[in-house]
């Protein structure tokens, strides 16, 4: 899967503003939803969203790509912003750790606006079948991993 325009270079934090993907005419990134995982692409309700940090010129490259590794997945455990990494291994690094990074943006853009940053996970996260209702999308996020089995309810012990 080729996600970049690229060379056969190698990508580390020295490099990522070289980084290109889907840029319009004008110079303007286009919002990349190839790169969504699952449904989250039918999300309309949160495509405001999407376009508040993707359809900016110029998109800020270096930002994203600290976010996403302060926001990856526990299987890139071992990688680092100073590590050299190939055009697919970047690409999928990128596919794989988005909803992560999108998820803190949310959360920090939720705390800005209302001054709570936590919205209720959806159970199916990004596989959801239902992000094309905007209340049900309204009502909690997607940016999740689908669970395998539903969160526990905390419940008060009646035992002490």
């Known amino acids: 899967m080729e996600v970049f325009r690229t060379s056969?270079?190698?990508?580390?934090?020295?490099?990522?503003?070289?980084?290109?993907?889907?840029?319009?005419?004008l110079g303007t990134l286009r919002f990349p939803e190839r790169l969504l995982k699952g449904r989250l692409r039918d999300n309309t309700y949160e495509y405001p969203f999407y376009e508040s940090i993707f359809d900016v010129k110029p998109f800020d490259y270096n930002a994203?790509?600290?976010?996403?590794?302060?926001?990856?997945s526990r299987v890139y455990h071992g990688w680092?912003?100073?590590?050299?990494?190939?055009?697919l291994c970047?690409?999928?690094?990128?596919?794989?750790?988005l909803h992560y990074w999108l998820q803190?943006?949310?959360?920090?853009?939720l705390l800005r606006e209302t001054g709570?940053?936590?919205?209720?996970p959806c159970f199916d996260g990004?596989?959801?079948k239902l992000q094309g209702d905007k209340d049900h999308s309204r009502e909690c996020t997607h940016f999740y991993d689908p669970q395998t089995k539903p969160p526990r309810r905390l419940e008060p012990s009646s035992e002490r």
């Open 64 to 72: 994203m790509m600290n976010g996403l590794f302060a926001a990856k």
């Open 8 to 25: 056969g270079h190698f990508w580390s934090h020295k490099n990522w503003s070289a980084l290109k993907y889907g840029y319009d005419e």
């Open 104 to 109: 803190k943006r949310k959360e920090q853009q």
């Open 80 to 87: 680092e912003p100073e590590h050299w990494l190939c055009d």
């Open 90 to 97: 970047i690409g999928t690094f990128i596919r794989d750790n």
């Open 126 to 128: 990004y596989d959801c």
């Open 116 to 120: 709570n940053g936590f919205i209720w």
